[in-house]
């Protein structure tokens, strides 16, 4: 953890400090939005809808489960086609819209709807920012700087995804529905970094130094 801290200090206070605050912010937004909770959770918000049975809801949640494998194998097909930029923010677009459309549909305490949602949610994030992170990561950075700034990223970002996790199922306790906008409000300014500071990898060359 000492040199992880020491590396990304040395990297912070170097010419790739924009790359290492934005793989940071990638990173906590991520996470923040609930996409690892939600998938975790699954169970319990189709149980509070009006699901009956735990084996029932466990059973429907699967299908959240399947639609990450989709998301992940377009991800794999449209990542060199589409560039990284782009993904980034219709995937964060489409989160952002997923996420309300759950915390209505946990409004109306519908499961087919509030199941749709999950599944809708969890595909563009695992079509988009999922895969993204780690390929940023390793491009955003030269040779010299990956090392520590990958490794701050990625402590960032199962940080985030622990508390996050942590805080979830307290916070839809006490706001109800209206917690999914929270999180909405994480995939649509994550979108916003994207659109101002995310620069097309591309294609582009890695530097050495």
Known sequence: LASVVSGAARVARGP???ALALALALAAGNQ???SSAVVNFAPELLRGAGVEGDARATLLSAAVT???GAGVLLFLVTIDKVGRR???LVG?????LSLAALAAADA???PPLLLVSLCAFIFAFSASHAGLFWVLTSELFSMGAKAPAAAAATAALFGTGALTNL???PLH???GPPSFLLYAGVAAATGCVCWGALPETKGATLAAE
């Open 16 to 18: 790739e400090r924009r």
């Open 32 to 34: 923040a939005c609930a």
């Open 66 to 68: 399947g639609s990450k």
């Open 86 to 88: 782009p993904l980034a």
């Open 92 to 96: 964060s677009a489409a989160m952002a």
């Open 108 to 110: 109306a305490s519908s």
């Open 167 to 169: 805080a979830f199922l």
């Open 173 to 175: 306790t006490a706001l």
